[in-house]
């Protein structure tokens, strides 16, 4: 079955650093798009980042265009979120999702960036 499982997530400063990791299993994962969101509790879930199956395309959701970067790695079955000069607003519960309908989703992993 389709298993998205993130890690990489913690405690940061601001102006740190953080790599998150998606790993996935049970698909093949050069047949799909994958996205990065993030959600804050009593807030939508909100787009992050897409890269198409290729890794030839990204799309970046507003405030994190030039600090954030995805990648993927189609032959290690990972996916990555590069994640430069946090800031506090970046706070918030990070999830891997597969493009498709439907959507997959991994368990999440939390974000916290202090001031």
């Known amino acids: 079955q389709v298993r998205l499982v993130e890690s990489g997530g913690g405690l940061v400063q601001a102006g740190g650093s953080l790599r998150l990791t998606c790993t996935t299993s049970g698909f093949k994962l050069s047949d799909w798009g994958m996205s990065w969101y993030r959600q804050v509790p009593g807030q939508e879930r909100q787009l992050v980042a897409f890269i198409a199956s290729t890794g030839l395309m990204t799309n970046y959701g507003g405030g994190v265009k030039g600090r954030f970067t995805v990648s993927r790695n189609n032959y290690e079955n990972q996916v990555y979120l590069q994640m430069d000069r946090l800031k506090p607003e970046d706070t918030a519960t990070y999830y891997c999702?597969?493009?498709?309908?439907?959507?997959?989703w991994g368990q999440g992993t939390q974000v916290t960036v202090s001031s």
């Open positions: 999702s597969r493009s498709g309908n439907p959507r997959y």
